[in-house]
């Protein structure tokens, strides 16, 4: 596996928690932070799309449906939580100890 493998862009299936303000400044900050959901599609805004708390548009950005929830989010507001089967393929260049 090669070093920053696990930092590839969002996908349908992956994984994500919500780790970013909303930029709505009437928005109730902070509700949302460290929610953690599968992510079942990826789908582009449209211009017309407004923001429910301050009815400005936002955008045009990707967002993602929350699996059963249908809540969506910006991409810039996610991380993407990578399979700990990628994790554990990770090189590390630190040299194993003896035990004590």
């Not at 970013?20 to 449209?46: E, Y």
């Amino acid at each position: 596996m090669t070093e920053g493998n696990h930092e590839r862009p969002i996908a349908v299936g992956d994984l994500v928690v919500v780790i970013g303000p909303s930029k709505c400044p009437l928005a109730r900050q902070g509700d949302d932070l460290g929610h953690t959901f599968k992510v079942i599609s990826i789908t582009p805004t449209t211009s017309n799309e407004r923001c429910a708390t301050c009815g400005s548009v936002h955008g045009p950005f990707n967002l993602l449906y929350a699996e059963d929830l249908q809540w969506n989010f910006p991409l810039y507001r996610l991380k993407r939580i990578p399979p700990l089967s990628e994790l554990w393929g990770s090189k590390t260049d630190e040299p194993m100890k003896e035990p004590a």
